[in-house]
């Protein structure tokens, strides 16, 4: 692994009494698509702004890309992009305005940010709906649209925060296969947050499991297994895979819908 | 003697020079600091560009201007109509001003309704600035650009601002165009001034209750909330303030055979409470730029009125004296300004 594009120690965010993040130590290398995987709630957003410089930490250090978020914002966010979750945008303006409009920004020229929001659109597989205003976009064209948004700047990084969430199944299969590709083909490294188990076993090289604040266990998914279960066939011989793992921590209790849908 | 050698040196040109000199060095340190690690160039033009471009498309901005012309229109008309009646008077050398201020009684004078109108106008350009954008998803999303996070609330003050000074520059180079038509006499140079500094006047005076609005827009969540927390305060000052301050004026009020210092006092004591409205200090400042005849705004003496000679002021000597008011109008401006540029960068943005 080359150096780590994130790096995050014992870093630790509290409002009040209430801790959201505690005490976490991460290392995410380059290219690499990263699954935080937890429950709502379990401090993965929380997480994700104080890598973006968009809160400060109480406690801990966070280096993204070897930038301080809290000394250089600004620079940080030239190098990671950023799609939060259920993104919205000027729905009076189009799809190809709006991705103009953060192009320039981005300090491209008038005549760039066009060319490059175009080709971008058709990337993303928004190349019919251009001129359509944002507002008559469904709730799969944003998050495309999002995906765009953050190519825009040719980030490093993209952190991608419960990107899947309100998404038919099929727009699911697309979405995350773009991430891969984009991953793959341009080492892109990728941090992807969500609490749907059996996406993040689809696209995610290493995983690490969030609950209430804490990282539990990271690593690549046969790792976990043995860290857990000692041995990564199970009794019946099957081999064990996220959902058990994932089991183990939240004991069946929330996440049963999930079960059923990657059943 | 060591405390006269002491002060003296506040008294020296130099000592000021050196301090403002050393302020300058930090400020530009502190700027170039930022353009250093700060964002694309031309990053806060577009944004004010988009800003404003939103606004004039807007149905709210189109409606609300669509009244304000409307009403510009309705009291020229009026000035028009009563001015006939102000020829032969003693003042014709302030002719042009009383296309401003003049009127028949059907309509308020322009710079009323201005004082009027110009609240609801701040307050409707800048009660959803901040949170409509955080209600739609998009402020996470412009956060996660790179930029300053003071870029948004600057670039909507400033697209404002701008909206503002093109609405009322318009307004009033068309009652002088009208009034050129419709007089065929030209304004003279200080009348002309007069009605630049009492554009830039409502300008700012409009720009207090932009800020304001803004100030709720990012306390509030709901725009409704802020519209109407807006819309509350104008009313206080409009409707209730005045109510309450004639209370305390009533209760406070000196008996007729009180001695000429409590009357005085007394006087200075109303002038004062009326003094806290930001409509009663637009009003003065307008009524004093717009009428050279007005030689004094707060309480006189028999004394200070011996000798003076009945006649308009000179511009510079109108501004003076409603300096305390425009100065009172800009401070407010940037006190409502300040707090909602500090709760703004202290707030943490979640996506919706």
């Known amino acids: ?263 | 003697m060591k405390i006269t050698l002491h002060l003296h040196k506040y008294f020296s040109a130099t000592f000021y020079e050196e301090h403002l000199r050393r302020l300058i060095l930090a400020i530009r340190k502190e700027f170039s600091s930022f353009s250093e690690s700060g964002a694309a160039p031309g990053a806060f033009r577009t944004m004010v560009r988009k800003e404003m471009s939103d606004h004039i498309c807007s149905w709210r901005v189109v409606i609300l201007m669509a009244i304000i012309l409307l009403t510009c229109v309705g009291s020229l008309y009026t000035a028009l109509s009563a001015i006939t009646h102000a020829v032969g008077s003693n003042e014709e050398e302030f002719f042009f001003l009383k296309l401003f201020t003049l009127s028949d009684g059907s309509l308020p004078p322009y710079f009323v309704f201005i004082g009027f109108l110009g609240p609801l106008l701040g307050i409707s350009l800048g009660f959803d600035a901040v949170n409509t954008e955080q209600n739609r998803g998009t402020l996470s999303r412009l956060l996660a650009q790179p930029i300053p996070r003071d870029y948004v609330i600057n670039a909507k003050f400033t697209a404002a601002l701008l909206v503002i000074s093109l609405l009322f520059f318009l307004l009033s180079f068309l009652v002088i165009g009208a009034g050129l038509v419709a007089l065929g006499i030209p304004p003279t140079p200080s009348e002309f001034m007069r009605i630049i500094f009492f554009t830039l006047l409502s300008i700012v005076y409009v720009a207090l209750w932009l800020n304001l609005s803004l100030y709720f827009s990012v306390c509030f969540r709901q725009s409704a909330t802020s519209a109407l927390a807006g819309i509350a305060v104008w009313l206080f000052f409009t409707v209730f303030y005045p109510l309450i301050a004639n209370v305390l004026i009533k209760a406070a009020a000196p008996s007729p055979y009180a001695g000429e210092r409590s009357v005085y006092l007394f006087e200075r004591f109303r002038f004062l409470l009326m003094q806290v409205m930001p409509n009663e200090l637009f009003s003065q400042a307008t009524s004093t730029l717009l009428m050279p005849s007005v030689r004094s705004l707060g309480p006189l003496t028999m004394e200070q009125i011996e000798g003076a000679i009945p006649g308009p002021l000179p511009l510079g000597q109108s501004l003076l004296l409603v300096w305390p008011q425009l100065t009172g109008l800009i401070a407010l401006t940037l006190l409502c300004f300040i707090l909602s540029y500090r709760s703004f960068m202290r707030r943490e943005i979640r996506s919706r």
């Open chain 1, 1 to 263: 692994m080359q150096s780590p594009t994130i790096v995050t120690s014992h870093l630790t965010k509290r409002y009040g009494d209430f801790t959201a993040v505690s005490d976490l130590t991460l290392e995410i290398g380059r290219g690499e698509v990263f699954g935080l995987l937890g429950p709502n709630g379990a401090g993965k957003s929380t997480t994700i702004l104080m890598l973006m410089g968009m809160t400060e930490p109480t406690a801990g250090s966070v280096r993204v890309c070897g930038l301080d978020p809290v000394r250089q914002p600004i620079e940080v966010k030239r190098h990671v992009g950023y799609l939060p979750e259920d993104v919205g945008f000027y729905d009076d303006l189009s799809g190809l305005d709006n991705l103009i409009y953060t192009a320039r920004l981005n300090g491209l020229t008038e005549g760039e940010a066009r060319s490059r929001s175009l080709q971008l659109m058709e990337r993303v597989g928004l190349a019919e709906e251009i001129g359509k205003k944002t507002g008559k976009y469904s709730r799969g064209m944003r998050q495309r649209l999002g995906l765009a948004d953050v190519l825009i700047r040719n980030p490093e990084v993209i952190i991608l925060d419960e990107p899947t969430l309100g998404i038919d199944p099929s727009g699911i299969r697309d979405f995350l296969r773009l991430i891969v590709t984009l991953s793959r083909g341009e080492g892109i490294t990728v941090l992807f947050s969500s609490h749907h188990l059996h996406q993040v076993q689809q696209v995610c090289d290493r995983v690490g499991i969030f609950v209430k604040g804490s990282l539990l266990a990271q690593g690549d998914i046969a790792s976990l297994a043995r860290q857990l279960f000692s041995c990564n066939v199970s009794a019946e011989g099957r081999e064990y895979g996220l959902e058990d793992i994932y089991n183990r921590y939240f004991e069946g209790g929330t996440h049963n819908e999930d079960h059923t849908a990657s059943a």
